[in-house]
């Protein structure tokens, strides 16, 4: 994921993921038997301590990807 610590952020974005799909799912109703979600990033750390001009601090280009098994076709 990241590296130590900075995989919190991450790991809190995909967590927020989760919770929008879980509630959103629960609402429509399908029966589902299991939910992940995989998550990358591009951590810019010099910008973020101050030490490089370039580039907005903190994560760049995530990409994530969600995979739902259930026992209806959504």
Known sequence: ???KGLGVALGSLLACEVD???THATLRGPN???LEIEGTGEFNYGRYVVAAEEKDPGYQEV??????KSE???
């Open 63 to 68: 990409e994530y990807v969600v995979r739902i």
């Open 72 to 74: 209806e076709r959504l």
């Open 20 to 22: 929008v799909i879980a």
């Open 1 to 3: 994921m990241a590296e």
């Open 32 to 34: 589902w038997r299991k």
